[in-house]
């Protein structure tokens, strides 16, 4: 059986659909890890309930943020999934992570990179003013939100959209294309060509 580690910051409802995912047979593979830097997280419920053992690596408690991601980065080694995935954990990884896990991290943003990456991206596709947003899965390179798309998928923006409106019909979408590309993933769907992701 194939093994998915998961970082997760906060909710964790893209974190709850893999695990609805992985419990239903939409993937082959089991959730063997939630890590966290956050000890207030509500994913840290959602994992307890599904059985899923928890890494609390609390950032705040670390003397500077090399010190963090070290231990980040031993947490992340001793578990060696076949995939990473970042579902709303809001660091950056360090360039010694993304090496050591070569084309194995992904994350899911709330935009259609590369517009509008970083923080509060549903915020900036308001006060820009596009008619066209959306949310993308992608490989997870030593830039922010900046490494090769595997999915992407459309949302119009509706006049009346504040940033909550938007943000939670993009939601779902989320969860529908992050649990697609880790299938793609574990059936060995996915090709890194460059900057390209080439799905057969
Ligand atoms: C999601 O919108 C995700 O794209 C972003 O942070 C949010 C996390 O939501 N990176 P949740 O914790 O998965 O509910």
């Known amino acids: 059986m194939k093994e998915i580690g998961v970082l997760a ?9 893999l695990i609805d995912a992985a419990r239903s047979g939409y993937f082959p593979a089991a959730i063997a890890r939630l890590i966290t830097d956050n000890p207030e997280a509500y994913a840290i419920k959602r994992a307890k309930d599904a059985g899923i053992p928890v890494s609390v690596l609390d950032f705040g408690s ?64 308001i006060e820009y003013g596009v008619k ?18 595997i999915i992407q998928r459309c949302i119009p923006v509706e006049d009346e959209d504040d940033e909550e409106a ?13 649990t697609e590309a880790v299938r793609l993933f574990l059936g060995d769907k996915i090709r890194i060509v460059g900057r390209r992701v080439i799905i057969r």
């Open 9 to 17: 910051s906060g909710r964790g409802s893209n974190f709850q659909a």
């Open 62 to 125: 670390f003397p500077d943020r090399g010190a963090y991601e070290k231990a980040l980065k031993r947490e992340m080694e001793a578990s060696d999934p076949d995939l990473f995935v970042l579902a709303g954990y809001m660091r950056i990884l360090p360039l010694a992570i993304v090496k050591a896990f070569p084309g194995r991290i992904m994350n899911i943003h709330p935009a259609l990179l590369p517009s509008f990456p970083g923080l509060h991206a549903q915020r900036q596709t």
């Open 132 to 149: 066209v947003s959306g949310c993308t899965v992608h490989f997870v390179d030593e830039g922010t939100d900046t490494g090769p798309i």
């Open 166 to 178: 938007l943000a939670a019909r993009i939601l779902v979408e989320e969860h529908r294309i992050l």
